[in-house]
């Protein structure tokens, strides 16, 4: 049970701000935080549950900067280097490239805005309880790039989850289990998360020969705002 919790709290630690003493002792236990992203993503999820639920502009603003802050701004920096990298001209290493630089391009500015817009506009419309859901099944997303990719680069944040249990897409989706009490919600998330893995996978070996970190990081939003488009149409 003592190793349980401290791996979960390494997890937390690995994809959060939250300032925690703890530092993994080897490759190998930064490996097996994995299992545990779904879990993770219960925490922003119930931020972004709360402030929805408020349902005035002064909780909704406070609950995204929470929990954008704390949780999903790493991914959202993902999701802009992957963009321009992505989208940009020339070879594998080119793209590399631009995706290692601290700047942001047309690219990502132009999307990275559209994203925000759509997003907002789904957290007026949609019902609270769907935000959960969609943090926990965007972090789904990133098993199963894991799952059906291997790292891009040598070195890096993708390339220290690798090699991949895949043992640990399972582990991680039965920690989506409770969500299954509404089963039309949880049917789209396994959904989405799947494709959103399986395509993100698909793309980053064509673009860049594999995930990243940003890819990664990425892909979690990705599924996230998919899961919640899906939402809004049905």
């Known amino acids: 049970m003592r190793r349980v919790i401290r791996e979960f709290l390494l997890t937390l630690s690995f994809l959060s701000r939250i300032p925690l003493k703890v530092s993994a002792d080897s490759y190998y236990e930064i490996r097996e935080t994995s299992k ?26 406070i609950s ?24 940009a001209p020339g070879s594998r290493e080119r793209r590399l490239e631009i995706m290692s630089k601290s700047d942001v391009g047309a690219f990502a500015i132009f999307y990275g805005i559209l994203y925000l817009l759509i997003y907002w506009e789904l957290f007026n419309r ?16 990133i098993n ?14 993708g390339r220290v989850l690798y090699p991949y249990d895949r043992l640990n897409t399972l582990i991680s989706l039965i920690f989506t289990l409770p969500l299954i009490f509404n089963p039309l919600l949880f049917l789209i998330g396994i959904t989405t998360s799947f494709i959103t893995g399986f395509f993100t ?29 899906i939402c809004y149409l049905v």
């Open 144 to 157: 199963f790039i894991l799952h059906f990719s291997k790292p891009a680069k040598s070195e890096g944040l």
């Open 36 to 61: 545990y992203f779904s879990l993770i993503g219960y925490l922003p999820g119930l931020i972004y549950f709360l402030g929805r639920e408020s349902e005035n502009l002064i909780g909704y603003a």
């Open 201 to 229: 996978a698909y793309i980053s070996e064509r673009k860049i020969g594999g995930y990243t970190g940003d890819v990664l990081g990425g892909g979690c939003l990705t599924g996230q705002i998919l899961f919640l488009g």
């Open 126 to 141: 949609l019902e609270p309880i769907i935000f959960l859901y969609g943090s926990v099944f965007g972090r789904l997303s």
């Open 64 to 87: 995204l900067a929470i929990g954008y802050w704390l949780f999903d701004l790493f991914h959202f920096d993902g999701l802009l280097d992957t963009i321009d990298g992505f989208l």
